[in-house]
């Protein structure tokens, strides 16, 4: 039974006995009993001669210590042979198991046991040391790739805290590795995006955790993974905005085309017949109708002719967001576009703060339109006349940040009073407004790289604009 025990381990791990037996010496204690016990038989006949010689006690007790003290020192030397090559093979596995691959056994030689002991542990060696290379490797590239990836990437372990975060889910979920690493997904302020599904989509204004003024709809991609024997939650995050905004504007292209052709035909002989009927009103009176009924008549046609004309503009209006050209890039200084820009608008005081200079490569005319709509948009909130400004005011400044430069764009108008329908075509809560102006913005800022974004002022009433463009590639 006592060697069955010593046979297995806690852990279920199967202990090999090194002996026959669990109760023994220990293996050089013993060595030096079995090596005295073998000089017992020497040392007794050494003494039964000496007295058949008939030599004295005290000259048989000198003997006997002699030959003693050069036993001792022959088992001294002994031991030393056996445990040296020993205690090297041991210093040898401990460095192994701290991954210290720089000791080697020498001097070993195959067809001895100890010789191919050392062999073995040598190879051992060698093969652990290829092997820890080898994962190093893939650490050091798995962590270059995790490092340099667009798409953020976190990873959870099975209690919900965080142990990876890298450089650009920083920059999506604004935090920062060393700060969040070792907290938990609750804690964050990201338990819904720890928790979103498989292939979900997830925006800040559905309530996903993620921080706000963040405008950016996120693809989730969740799989599972095990580290030291532990469960982990790895999350990749793909940015689709843009690619949903494509879909969305070739969506309403192929609706516009579509509309245009059909409501054109239709219109097109109305108002050609309307304008007929009203221009010629001498057909009619051959047929004895009174003067008021031929005013009537006339009244209908002209408002017949009104409508048609205004579905026609309304049309013209929507095709204008189907035909934006592909932008023709050029360095161009941002400080003239906002200057130019600003000089066109009266009707309130437009401030540039102090800023750096900057130089971008895009279409002059698609990026002084854009910024005309978004300083227009932003006077008219100033002026408004519901307001009781003591003075209507916008101003702009920018800023550059990593790639890009972020400009800002504020009044002091009444904010926006449905921030969700903003960039919706053709929504406008202005009496004379078409609703196009803030439409095409985007397009203009997503087809230059960039991003434009509007909310709600929290410094106090009004509007603020943030429009991000890239900066060139340096050489580019």
Same mark, same amino acid.
Do not use: C, K, W
């Given at each position: 039974m006592a060697s069955k025990a010593e046979g297995t381990a806690s852990g279920g791990r199967k202990r090999v006995p090194l002996g026959r037996t669990a109760r023994r010496l220990g293996f050089e204690r013993g060595m030096r009993v079995w090596a005295w016990a073998f000089a017992l038989p020497g040392l007794a006949a050494l003494t039964w001669g000496c007295r058949g010689a008939e030599v004295s006690w005290p000259a048989v007790a000198a003997v006997l210590a002699c030959v003693l003290l050069c036993w001792a020192a022959l088992v001294s030397f002994f031991m030393e042979r056996v445990t040296r090559p020993l205690q090297t093979l041991s210093n040898i596995v401990a460095a192994l198991r701290v991954d210290d691959f720089s000791f080697r056994a020498r001097g070993a030689m195959r067809g001895d046991a100890l010789g191919d002991l050392a062999l073995e542990i040598n190879t051992l060696a060698r093969e652990m040391q290829a092997e820890r290379t080898a994962t190093m490797d893939a650490l050091s590239l798995a962590d270059r790739v995790i490092t340099s990836m667009p798409s953020p990437v976190l990873a959870f372990d099975g209690a919900g805290t965080l142990r990876l975060l890298n450089a650009a889910a920083e920059q999506a979920v604004h935090l920062s590795a060393w700060q969040a690493t070792g907290h938990t997904a609750a804690e964050l302020g990201i338990a819904d995006l720890l928790h979103a599904a498989d292939g979900s989509v997830l925006a800040p204004e559905r309530g996903t955790g993620l921080p706000g003024g963040f405008a950016a709809r996120w693809s989730v991609r969740r799989s599972t993974f095990r580290l030291r024997g532990v469960p982990h939650t790895l999350l990749v995050m793909s940015d689709v905005s843009a690619a949903l905004r494509t879909e969305e504007r070739s969506a309403w292209q192929r609706l516009i085309r579509v509309l245009s052709h059909e409501i054109n035909n239709s219109l097109t002989p109305i108002k050609?017949?309307?304008?007929?009927?009203?221009? !010629?009103?001498? $057909? &009619?009176?051959?047929?004895?109708?009174?003067?008021?009924? @031929?005013? /009537?008549?006339?009244?209908?046609? #002209? %408002?017949?002719?009104?409508?048609?004309?205004?579905?026609?503009?309304?049309?013209?209006?929507?095709? !204008?967001?189907? $035909? &934006?050209?592909?932008?023709?890039?050029?360095?161009?200084? @941002?400080? /003239?576009?906002?200057?130019?820009? #600003? %000089?066109?608008?009266?009707?309130v005081p437009i401030s540039m703060r102090p800023s750096p200079e900057v130089e971008l490569l895009a279409d002059p005319d698609q990026l002084q339109q854009l910024l005309i709509n978004l300083l227009k948009?932003?006077?008219?909130? #100033?002026?408004?006349?519901?307001?009781?400004?003591a003075m209507p005011h916008v101003s702009i400044v920018w800023q550059t940040g990593g790639a890009g430069v972020i400009l800002h764009i504020t009044d002091n108008g009444p904010g926006l009073a449905n921030p969700a329908n903003v960039f919706v075509p053709f929504y406008t809560t202005k009496p004379d407004g078409s609703g196009i102006g803030l439409t095409l913005s985007p397009q203009i800022a997503t087809q230059h790289g960039g991003s434009l974004q509007l909310r709600n002022r929290t410094d106090a009433s009004g509007c603020l604009v943030e429009l991000v463009l890239p900066l060139p590639v340096a050489g580019g």
């Open positions: 050609s017949v309307a304008g007929t009927l009203r221009h !010629r009103p001498y $057909r &009619l009176q051959r047929e004895a109708h009174t003067s008021q009924d @031929l005013l /009537d008549l006339q009244r209908g046609l #002209a %408002l017949i002719e009104e409508r048609a004309d205004s579905l026609h503009r309304f049309l013209d209006a929507y095709g !204008r967001l189907s $035909r &934006l050209p592909a932008p023709e890039m050029r360095r161009v200084r @941002l400080h /003239d576009m906002v200057e130019r820009s #600003a %000089l066109l608008e009266r009707r948009n932003a006077a008219e909130a #100033a002026a408004d006349p519901d307001l009781q400004n």
